[in-house]
């Protein structure tokens, strides 16, 4: 059951009118996750980055986009896609660029359980496009940009390296 993360939670109730920039947060070890958080007053757009396993059993980077309803103390997802236009047995494909380089990536429109509304999703196509993010990850200093459904973010590179080297790469 995907949930919103403690610092999400945590960043959605502060001040967003004095909030200018993004709120980039490290990779979680046992969350295996990253995220970037844009407040947009009276809204908010955050970003995911996870490593989980596919339907194939080898592992990836997933990035999940959704935007937030920040009215009256609420969380709300308001949902980033149509479910219409993603079927699973005909996953759309798209582009996504990292540090400026596009990367081809296969996405879907996924239903939050526990909400009941839907976020966007994607992960790299190819074993290449893969193999770029990772090292893309693994060799920055600090943040990589990144954009996702025309929308630019920095996303954290802090701790990428442990939670990929963390989890084995095949779910036997």
Same mark, same amino acid.
């Given at each position: ?32 996750? *990253? ?24 592992? =990836? ?15 709300? =997802? ?20 990292? #540090? ?14 526990? !909400?009941?509304? #839907? ?10 496009? !893969?193999?770029?993010?990772?090292? =893309?990850?693994?060799? *920055? ?6 954009? !996702? ?6 996303? =954290? *590179?802090?701790?990428?390296? *442990?939670?990929? #080297? #963390? ?6």
């Amino acid at each position: 059951m995907k949930s919103i993360s403690f610092l999400l939670a945590t960043a959605l109730f502060l001040p967003l009118t004095c909030m200018a920039e993004d709120m980039v947060f490290p990779w979680n070890l046992e969350k295996r996750n *990253a995220q970037t958080y844009r407040p947009i007053v009276p809204d908010a757009i955050a970003v995911t980055a996870h490593v989980e396993y596919g339907d194939g059993g080898g592992k =990836s980077v997933y990035f999940d986009l959704d935007y937030y309803d920040t009215k009256d103390g609420k969380i709300l =997802s308001k949902g980033t896609c149509d479910p219409a236009k993603y079927t699973v047995q005909d996953f759309s494909t798209g582009i996504m660029t990292i #540090n400026g380089q596009a990367i081809k990536v296969i996405e879907w429109c996924k239903k939050y359980n526990d !909400l009941g509304t #839907n976020f966007y999703q994607a992960t790299p196509q190819t074993d290449q496009g !893969l193999a770029f993010v990772v090292k =893309s990850l693994s060799d *920055a200093s600090s943040t990589v940009n990144i954009e !996702l459904k025309g929308i630019p973010f920095k996303l =954290s *590179a802090d701790g990428f390296s *442990a939670v990929w #080297n #963390n989890t084995s790469d095949k779910a036997l």
